[in-house]
């Protein structure tokens, strides 16, 4: 059954939620576990094209191993990775860019209608990107 499934193009995440799988399945119990030292590296992107091709390839990843394996989603079977894991992917991974896109047409459709404060929007904006900025640098930093 595991071998005849299509590949994907993140083929690290797959094949952790395939071992899961055959795992609860099975009914083995068994570890998936981190390696600190790495056993390989990914090129890092030399400019924003490159990045959005490497973020896009990831996403289309992400969704590709959702539905291949979504018969996890919400199944008791599986646990954590059914009820928990999954559940949170899909939700607020795979389709946080449509929510986040709605949310921007919405806030430019309220701005041209007079329905909310434009320099209270900007504000806004201002530190939701100074939050991020301190939030990645303290991660960063403590990595």
């Given amino acids: 059954m595991f071998g005849t499934e299509k590949s994907t193009v993140c083929e690290d995440m797959e094949i952790v939620v395939r071992l899961w799988r055959y795992y609860y399945e099975n009914k083995l119990h068994g570890r998936i576990v981190y390696l600190a ?7 890092v992107p030399d400019n924003s094209k490159n990045i959005f091709k490497q973020r896009s390839r990831w996403h289309q990843g992400l969704a590709e191993c959702l539905f291949l ?3 996890m ?3 008791p079977k599986y646990l954590t990775i059914g009820l928990l894991a999954f559940p949170y992917y899909f939700f607020f991974e795979l389709i946080s860019p449509l929510v986040k896109a709605a949310s921007i047409i919405f806030l ?3 701005s041209v209608m007079g329905l909310i404060n434009i320099n209270w929007i900007l504000m806004m904006l201002i530190l939701i990107t100074l939050t991020t900025g301190l939030i990645t640098s303290v991660t ?4």
């Fill in 37 to 43: 030292k790495p056993l390989c590296w990914t090129e």
């Fill in 69 to 71: 394996h979504s018969k």
């Fill in 73 to 75: 989603l919400f199944d």
């Fill in 108 to 110: 430019i459709y309220a």
């Fill in 140 to 143: 960063t930093v403590i990595v």
